[in-house]
């Protein structure tokens, strides 16, 4: 992502400043996203999904994460996908600060990536920015992620079908400013009293959604491998940042009543 160093030297000396303080565990990664965590929510559960459509695809599939960052998203599929890789614009982020880049992911902005792949998510997308065309080139499958307070390309296009794809399914989870906001009203906002947090909190929705598009010629692998991946999900196998979102309201399967929508948060909806 471009940021200037200079807003990233910031950033990061308010971010050792909130460590200092000892926050809960888990915390940072949703305060402070670009260096503990990643732009949206996600569980155990959501890796599982991503693989497993990618495996539909082929036995052996191949996965890029385009603008990866420092690969937090990355690094848990490659527990599945150990082929997985990624690629980031920006190589300041690693060398302001003296970050390893781990080999699998390479320096480059999308536009020069030329390999095909079975399988490409998109987790993040500058508002503003729009490389839609250039994923299309490259892959069979696109999942994406999109934050439906603003977060997406020029114009607030995220969808894929005008470059040849079709949904074929989608599910909604908090994205990382829900998440924040309900941490900040809970823990860092101390002029609030307890009934207005409890106000704020019936108030909460999710506003981050997970698209996976795909090429008609693997459509039905697709849905059939989503399908079967979700009839044995297990959301009791979690990682431990997993407790952040159960304790900020946004659980496995809950309704929110803010939103109009009887969908559950994580609930699989084909198309």
């Given amino acids: 992502m471009p940021f200037a160093i200079r807003e990233l030297q910031s950033a990061y000396k308010a971010y050792q400043q909130f460590l200092a303080r000892g926050p809960p565990a888990q915390h940072a990664r949703y305060i402070f996203p670009f260096f503990a965590g990643s732009y949206f929510a996600y569980r ?5 999904r991503v693989t497993e459509i990618a495996r539909s695809i082929s036995n052996n599939p191949s996965y890029v994460d385009i603008g990866c960052g420092y690969g937090d998203f990355l690094v848990k599929v490659r527990q599945l996908l150990p082929d997985a890789t990624g690629i980031e614009r920006d190589g300041g982020i690693f060398y302001a600060f003296q970050v390893q880049k781990p080999d699998y992911i390479s320096l480059m902005p999308i536009e ?13 997308m500058e508002p503003g920015q729009d490389f839609r065309r250039f994923v299309a080139k490259c892959a069979k499958c696109v999942i994406t992620t999109f934050d439906a307070g603003g977060q997406c390309g020029i114009n607030g296009g995220c969808e894929y079908e005008e470059f040849g794809y079709q949904r074929v399914a989608w599910w909604r989870t908090p994205s990382w400013i829900d998440v924040n906001a309900e941490l900040m009203n809970r823990y860092y906002t101390p002029s609030l009293d307890a009934e207005k947090k409890e106000d704020l909190a019936r108030l909460r929705t999710a506003h981050n959604f997970w698209y996976v598009y795909v090429r008609p010629n693997v459509a039905d692998r697709v849905r059939s491998g989503l399908k079967a991946q979700l009839e044995k999900e297990e959301p009791v196998d979690r990682f431990n940042f997993e407790s952040v979102l159960d304790e900020c309201g946004f659980h496995y399967g809950e309704k929110l009543p803010a939103l109009a929508s ?3 948060l994580w609930e699989v909806m084909f198309d």
Avoid: E, H, P, T
Wanted: aromatic share 14%.
């Fill in 44 to 48: 155990r559960i959501d890796v599982g």
């Fill in 262 to 264: 009887n969908q559950k």
């Fill in 112 to 124: 020069g990536f030329s390999l095909s792949v079975d399988a490409a998510f998109v987790g993040w």
